[in-house]
Structures are given as structure tokens and as C-alpha cells.
């Protein structure tokens, strides 16, 4: 079976079409990969829990009674060693957990380390 002279060109413009589109594509249209669009619905999600849970924690740090203490400790603290500050607190777990919330603890620090 002979094949048509116009076939070859063809084939190679349509596979040159696809790279060229695929390249674009993922540079320039922000196509992505599954994992990367999995990796960042999971920072999204963490966001939103922490935004949702941050009144919790500022709320949390006016109600107890050793708050003084522990905002004197916080002030005191050099900025890698707040987080764990507000996590010993337990101001970072939410109701029912059974550990702190790493992300919330550390919003929560930065926040009250503005106040």
C-alpha cells in the first residue's frame, strides 16, 4: 500500500500543533497537572479553615485566665518559638480535636503579636 505524499507533512504539522498548544497550554493558559490542582485545593481548604477558626483562637486567648502570662511568654518569644507558645496554650485546637491546628497557631500568633 503506498501512502499519499501530503500524508508525512501532515503528521508531523499535527504533531508539532500539539506540542506547540500543549507548551502554551501549561505556560501561558495556566493548564495544570492533577496533583498540582490537588496540592493547591488542599492549601486552599487549610486557608479556609484557618480563616474560619481564627476568631475561635483570638476568642479563645481573651477568655483564659492565664492569658496575661501567655501573651508576656508570646512578646517574649523569638518569632520561630511563638507558634509552639499559642499551640502549649491549646488557644490553636479547635473543639473536638485532639491536637493543635499548626496553621491556625500560627495565624493566630501573628495576630496577637500585633495587638
Same mark, same amino acid.
Given at each position: ?16 500543533? @500539539?506540542? =506547540?498548544? &500543549? ?8 493548564? *495544570?497537572?492533577?496533583?498540582? +490542582? /490537588? ?8 486557608? @479556609?479553615? =484557618?480563616? &474560619? ?8 486567648? *481573651?477568655?483564659?485566665?492565664? +492569658? /496575661? ?20 496554650s491549646g488557644w490553636a485546637?479547635?473543639?473536638? +480535636?485532639?491536637a493543635p491546628n499548626t496553621a491556625l497557631a ?10
Open positions: 500500500m503506498k501512502l499519499p505524499i501530503w500524508l508525512k507533512p501532515a503528521l508531523f504539522g499535527a504533531v508539532a500543533g @500539539a506540542i =506547540v498548544i &500543549a507548551f502554551i497550554g501549561f505556560t501561558q493558559l495556566g493548564w *495544570v497537572t492533577g496533583s498540582s +490542582a /490537588a496540592s493547591l485545593a488542599t492549601k486552599q481548604a487549610d486557608l @479556609a479553615v =484557618v480563616s &474560619a477558626l481564627m476568631p475561635y483562637c483570638l476568642q479563645s486567648s *481573651v477568655n483564659d485566665p492565664a +492569658a /496575661a502570662a501567655v501573651i508576656t511568654e508570646l512578646k517574649a518569644a523569638s518569632s520561630y518559638n511563638r507558634r509552639s507558645i499559642i499551640e502549649k485546637t479547635p473543639l473536638g +480535636a485532639t500560627q495565624a493566630c500568633q501573628t495576630e496577637l503579636s500585633k495587638v
